[in-house]
């Protein structure tokens, strides 16, 4: 196949990386090149190869030999033929240079995020007239031009993250200057990066450009946060039916959100007393079979009943047509259309599934009991009380540093911090992002873990993290890879001295890190340059929660961005709210990487207010050296 998406080309190239390390062999180069669609010859693999001598290369350097293979003219790509009948060819290039470069998307994938779309967006009085989107030719990517609907799907995915009063919308004749295009595509990135969206190779003119296969590729991560965000035990506690009798709770929270709508789809199959068994959502959902039962599961009684007629029509198009138009009559005819399941699509059999979990989650939050309301109360609020606790209670303080480790590309995605790294594994990707070159793959033990040993093993590997943390300079007292492993609360403590690390590496000063004492002196010198009133003492300064010194700094880095009449006297916590949250958005919209919520400002959270400052400081750095 060919991948041209970041999203695709990360799903190949970890095909060839089972252990999740961020790196492949260089005796896979060839192989995972091929898997990408681009064929090279051996001697020139070997060549490649040669300039590696640890024998790993890390997706970033497999995304710039992928770049250089495909257009270099000695060695042009050769993409495998596909079915035409899903996929759209787009060339772009100079035919006197003979420099054209052949993109392919996915047809079935336009016309369900379409669908999406104006099914999620339609009601907004803002889009009037633009939507519904049609569903032929570049009608989408027409529409995705301006960045306004980017930025609202966005929000539709995770509520709250864009204050959508500091879009810029066209003026009565529908104009606006690709200037303002250009901050509202700006803004839409920093944000899709924001919720934890892996965004490289993509910028905002590529998304002003329309480029199909970058498009597709963001609009389908920023669709499955949406989706994927409420298959948790907090919003769904009836969940832990899906274990057996011997699993527990921490072996729920280790699955992928795939592996828990297969278990959920199999509880549902069994209560209608259907024998079939879902262990994927390509070859096994084909026929609609599962899908016809599904549908009798979870339809709730004021919209049912819905019967078993399609399982009568041997034609497996027709018969998903009949499942479909039976998922219409509850509002879940989302994603597929009826080729999509004949054929197996599984992202959109996924989108499907997810969403209709969503609607119809079909579980009993407390569990089989006698129901008497005052013991269901209490069932619940005890479920409640062990999901927290296995999950480590995850705060605003978690979301954002999961986010962050997200947005660089962790491999599988963090859902839960206490969780998800207790292998250490996804800590010593982020490692070799923050610092390059700093982990000794070698050394590093990976999956499938034996039950016989697994666990020392696993150990090894946060012990490693630890020591790679104070090799840096980390303050890790007290810490070990046991901590790490256990899901202890100090695992907060190394990720947030990894995403510290990170964020201030983006401000350096001959040579050298800045740090907080310096980066709270360049922001008040600049506000009192810059004319304004406000200035604060440190990240713990209470003034901060009326985030009027963020809005300002904003304002003196790139004047007449703020809308000042926007600002509320923030005399009560709704009134800080929204400041809080325009502040962030603002901050955004000139380009830096926030991962803060509205909340962190309004409570004063030193840490991640740090952040805010010191990211609004690093887009400061970057005007001065173009000037």
Known sequence: MSCESPEEIKECFDK???????????????????????????????????????????????????????????FKQTIKPMDEAKKIHVQKGNEKGNSW?????????????????????????????????????????????????????????VPDTVDERALNMPDANGKLSIFKIQENQTLALNSCIAIGCYVISIGAQDLIDGKPHLCLGLLWQIIRIGLMAKITLKDCPGLRALLDEFESLEQLLAMSPE???????????????????????????????VYAHLLVAVCPEDKGPIGLEPLNIQDHTRRAEMVLENAAAIDARSFVRARDIVSGNQKLNLAFVANLFNMYPAMDDAGEFEIIEETREEKIHDLLDEVDAALG??????????????????????????????????????????????????????????????????????????????????????????????????????????????????????????????????????????????????FKDPSLANSRAIVDLIDVISPGHI?????????????????????????????????????????????????????????????????
């Open 101 to 157: 470069t052949t993109h392919t998307y996915s047809e079935e994938e336009k016309l369900a995020f379409v669908d999406w779309i104006n099914f999620r967006l339609v009601k907004d009085p803002q889009l009037k007239g633009v939507l519904p989107i049609k569903e032929e030719g570049e009608s989408l990517f027409k529409a995705l031009h301006n960045g306004i609907i980017m930025n609202k799907l966005v929000n539709d995915s």
């Open 563 to 627: 809308s000042y009449d926007l600002m509320t006297a923030a005399a009560n916590d709704d009134d800080k709210f929204l400041n809080a949250r325009y502040a962030i958005t603002m901050a955004r919209k000139i380009g830096a990487r926030i991962f803060a919520l509205p909340e962190d400002i309004t409570e004063v959270n030193p840490k991640m207010i740090m952040t805010v400052f010191a990211c609004i400081m690093s887009v400061g750095f970057a005007k001065e050296n173009m000037k």
């Open 16 to 74: 060839f990386d089972p252990s999740g390390s961020g790196s492949i062999t260089t005796n896979s180069l060839g192989d995972a090149l091929t898997q990408c669609g681009a064929k090279v010859p051996g001697f020139k693999v070997r060549d490649i190869c040669d300039s590696y001598k640890d024998g790993v290369i890390s997706f970033d350097e497999f995304l710039k030999i992928l770049n250089q293979v495909k257009t270099k003219n000695n």
């Open 259 to 289: 592996e828990i709508l297969c278990r959920w789809v199999n509880y549902q199959l069994n209560k209608v007393g259907c024998k079939r068994v879902v262990k994927n959502f390509t070859t096994d959902i084909k026929d609609s079979e």
């Open 393 to 538: 209670k995850e705060g605003r303080e978690e979301l954002a540093m999961r986010n962050w480790m997200n947005s660089l590309g962790a491999t599988p995605r963090v859902k839960y911090i206490y969780e998800d790294l207790k292998d250490g594994l996804a800590i010593l990707q982020l490692f070799d992002k923050i610092k390059p070159g700093c982990v000794n793959w070698s050394k590093v033990n990976k999956p499938p873990f034996k039950a016989l040993g697994g666990k020392m093993k696993q150990i090894e590997n946060c012990n490693y993290a630890i020591a790679l943390g104070k090799e840096i300079g980390f303050v890790l007292v007290g810490i070990d890879g046991n901590n790490l492993h256990d899901g202890d609360k100090l695992t907060l403590a190394l990720v947030w001295q990894m995403m510290r690390h990170y964020t201030l590496s983006l401000l350096t000063h001959d040579g050298k890190i800045l740090k907080d004492n310096e980066i709270i002196s360049w922001c008040n010198t600049k506000l009192e340059e810059g004319g304004k009133d406000s200035k604060f003492a440190g």
